[in-house]
């Protein structure tokens, strides 16, 4: 299917409005600071901004290629790269004629640049669990308030089966995303929910080293059943604490696993 041929037929006018409303920095530009990101990356960027903040709606056609190529002042291939990593995170599709259509804009979709645009050179570990440290224990705080009966009983369930993997974990690691993921559902709040996901898989090939560290798995499965049993007896502020404790663990160990990962074999 080519592209190249798509008459500009809408006026790009508004579209260029809306990308330079876009284009404005929002931080200081640092020559000395990180490498300038790739431009079709920039371009991804700057169609999820003006997706998040409602210039453009699910059900959208955006302008021909040509149009757009115009508003952004790029040529045709970093544009379709940008386009097509868009696609691939499921928040734009392409239908016939070679248009493309801002699809549904769930908060699982918006999340997606999470685990797509950042790179493991733009990785922090203290910012990540810092925004963790944020979301997670919020969602600790509501679900130890809202949790029913049966939604309280999967948590902890999850909490003590943690104890048959001691020796597996890659089986553990499973179970982790069922205990928080049951976690956050208990919490009722859809969005954050999602941005918890988001959150959680990032950096995931580093957590995978830490898992296999001596003693990980031991105290991961401890730490959630404190969680678990703070949320059955509905002791919040326990829950909460307990929450921090973890999340601590999981970022110090993190830590040890990214010098482990860098370090020289022999």
Request: proline fraction near 9%; avoid cysteine.
């Given at each position: 299917m080519t592209h190249d041929d798509d008459p500009p037929t809408d006026p790009p006018d508004a579209f260029s409005e809306?990308?330079?409303a876009e284009r404005r920095p929002t931080a200081k530009s640092d020559p000395g600071g990180p490498a300038r990101r790739p431009i079709s990356e920039q371009v991804a960027n700057r169609?999820?901004?003006m997706i998040k903040s409602g210039n453009l709606r699910s059900g959208d056609r955006l302008p021909t290629e040509a149009q757009m190529g115009i508003a952004f002042g790029i040529s045709?291939?970093?544009?379709?790269?940008?386009?097509k990593a868009l696609t691939l995170m499921g928040v734009l599709e392409s239908r016939q004629g070679g248009r493309y259509t801002v699809t549904d804009l769930s908060p699982s979709r918006l999340v997606?640049?999470?685990n797509v645009m950042l790179s493991i050179s733009d990785y922090d570990v203290h910012e990540h669990f810092e925004a963790r440290t944020v979301v997670d224990l919020e969602l600790i705080r509501l679900a130890a308030r809202r949790a029913i009966p049966e939604q309280k009983k999967r948590i902890l369930q999850h909490a003590v089966d943690g104890h048959a993997f001691y020796d597996d974990p890659v089986a553990f690691r499973l179970l982790d995303t069922e205990f928080h993921q049951s976690l956050n559902e208990a919490s009722g709040n859809r969005l954050l929910t999602a941005l918890a996901q988001g959150l959680y898989d990032l950096a995931?090939?580093?957590?995978?080293?830490?898992?296999g560290l001596p003693g990980v798995v031991e105290t991961s499965v401890a730490q959630h059943i404190e969680i678990a049993?703070?949320?059955?007896?509905?002791?919040?502020?326990a829950a909460v604490a307990a929450g921090r404790r973890h999340l601590e663990h999981v970022r110090d160990t993190t830590i040890v696993a990214m010098a482990y990962s860098v370090r020289p074999r022999e």
């Open positions: 809306l990308v330079e169609i999820l901004a045709r291939p970093p544009l379709r790269e940008a386009l997606a640049p999470f995931l090939d580093v957590r995978r080293v830490a898992s049993e703070a949320v059955m007896a509905g002791r919040i502020e």
